[in-house]
Nanobody, 123 residues
Framework: VQLQASGGGLVQAGGSLRLSCSIP????????LGWFRQAPGKEREFVAG????????DYADSVKGRFTISRDNGKNTAYLQMNSLKPEDTAVYYC?????????????????WGQGTLVTVSS
């Protein structure tokens, strides 16, 4: 399973970015999808997760109300809309996939990872 993330870049504090994650050539709707991030010198952390149907969502407390995860099963693509960005959101963002919900949102390691896309928020 190959995940292809895109959409990172440099943005000023208060700005917005949308990350995309495509997973070609799989039965996309079977997978729970999510986003993790790793800031310089910090441990990797969970950001957001979405169930196969899109009915269940989960977010880290630090991004609630600012980030929105979504998916389009017809396009085999997941998204992370990031608004009101802060300098502390600066990190490499990874899209992830797994067949099990708890592997994405439950503090364990999902099976499949994308290559990461860098988001830099300037103050």
């Amino acid at each position: 399973v190959q995940l292809q993330a895109s959409g990172g870049g440099l943005v000023q504090a208060g700005g917005s970015l949308r990350l995309s994650c495509s997973i070609p050539r799989v039965n996309f709707s079977r997978y729970v999808l999510g986003w993790f991030r790793q800031a310089p010198g910090k441990e990797r952390e969970f950001v957001a997760g979405i169930s196969w149907s899109g009915d269940s969502l989960d977010y880290a407390d630090s991004v609630k109300g600012r980030f929105t995860i979504s998916r389009d099963n017809g396009k085999n693509t997941a998204y992370l809309q990031m608004n009101s960005l802060k300098p502390e959101d600066t990190a490499v963002y990874y899209c992830v996939a797994d067949l099990l919900w708890m592997r994405v949102v439950g503090g364990t390691t999902p099976d499949y990872w994308g290559q990461g896309t860098l988001v830099t928020v300037s103050s």
